[in-house]
């Protein structure tokens, strides 16, 4: 049985919730807390583990898209529904960006919570152990018909051969969601958002070096507050999908020699080891000037200078996410010079490593 957690600052609308007839076996949900505010919410949320929390928007101290906000950041509970006036309608959007599975408009009724309650339970159904989580994506009949399948095949089939025309056809495909749902501006901002989730999902998959310079979580980061217009909630994904593209191509640029794929993804899956030119050459049986010849020839980037970007690219994640001091992650990543390597750091970020971390940067750099 999945755990609630329901949380309202008036507690006729939460004796409302109890007393429908939606739960136990009728939907596999059990209701197990109530708290009146957000700051509640996140007290009990902290000390016990809760598979969906079903949340008031306006409430005092902290409010639903505080608290949702929260949640996601500390990865509290897999699951949040927004309960919403009619006259909340853009922060019901607002929390769909934030991450939220889906809304209801208040008074919540049984014939609307059940079916919701049903969807909930088919996506708690299937995380795994340890999930990563992204935003969970959110089917309904309404979106089934209208879902645009094929254009999210050719997108991902883009992202695997690095077009970064893709971000055209990204925008185009936004674009016709909105024209096509029109009379429903939420559903069109779920459709986007499952889109964008499939996406990232198999990038992550086809290109799997990339957790060692991105953090999957990044493109779960709302950086902006959502004011309601579809342009401003079309420009974020737009923006995360064109910074993935253009971070794949200076990666792992696009070659057409067997040889010299292997060995960049060699290079990218193994970011800390030593990637000199001769060592490498030896791996791969190859002579040293023709490997750099090539990789010059097939990239355009001199070989010393692409390694020096693979290893900053790495460092940069490191001085993200590690609390390792910049002498560690120098000697880590094979620089025993730290004056050198703090100057080809900043050389490509503009920045001293210790300026990096001082600093407060959402976006990784390109």
Not at 89 to 105: E, H, N, S
Not at 113 to 122: E, G, H, M, S, Y
Not at 182 to 201: E, P, Q, R, V
Not at 307 to 332: G, N, P, V, W
Request: net charge negative; proline share 4%; aromatic share 14%.
């Amino acid at each position: 049985m999945y755990k609630t957690l329901i949380v309202d600052d008036r507690e006729i609308f939460l004796l409302e919730l109890k007393r429908m007839r939606v739960w136990g076996e009728n939907s596999g949900f059990e209701i197990s807390g109530k708290a009146g505010n957000g700051k509640q919410a996140l007290d009990l949320l902290r000390q016990t583990s809760y598979d969906l929390v079903i949340t008031d928007i306006r409430m005092p101290i902290i409010d639903g898209l505080q608290l949702l906000h929260e949640i996601k950041n500390e990865n509290l509970c897999p699951c949040v529904i927004l309960l919403s006036e009619y006259s909340e309608f853009q922060y019901a959007r607002q929390g769909i960006v934030f991450g939220a599975f889906d809304y209801l408009v208040k008074p919540a009724r049984e014939k609307e919570l059940i079916p919701l309650l049903k969807r909930v339970k088919n996506y708690l159904d299937t995380l795994p152990a340890n999930n990563p989580t992204l935003l969970p994506s959110s089917d309904t009949e309404e979106e089934t018909w209208s879902y645009p399948v094929s254009e999210e095949k050719m997108l991902i089939h883009y992202f695997k051969e690095k077009d970064p025309t893709l971000v055209s056809l990204f925008q185009t495909t936004l674009d016709h969601i909105y024209e096509a749902m029109n009379d429903n501006l939420i559903k069109a901002d779920l459709m986007i958002k499952k889109l964008y989730h499939n996406i990232i999902s198999a990038v992550y998959n086809e290109f799997t070096w990339l957790p060692n310079y991105i953090h999957i979580h990044y493109f779960e980061e709302i950086d902006y507050i959502h004011d309601g217009n579809a342009d401003s909630f079309k420009s974020f994904y737009i923006r995360k999908i064109t910074y993935l593209i253009q971070f794949i191509i200076k990666l792992d640029p696009p070659v057409h020699d067997n040889t010299l794929k292997e060995i960049i993804t060699y290079i990218l899956e193994h970011p800390e080891s030593d990637l000199k030119l001769k060592v490498l050459a030896g791996k791969f049986f190859i002579n040293n000037t023709y490997l750099s010849n090539t990789f010059f020839t097939k990239t355009g980037i001199h070989f010393n200078d692409y390694i020096t970007i693979i290893k900053m690219s790495r460092a940069e994640y490191l001085f993200k996410y590690s609390d390792q001091k910049i002498y560690e992650i120098s000697y880590q990543l094979g620089y025993k010079d730290i004056n050198y390597f703090s100057k080809q750091f900043k050389k490509i970020y503009g920045l001293s490593p210790t300026e990096y971390r001082n600093i407060e940067i959402s976006d990784y750099q390109i």
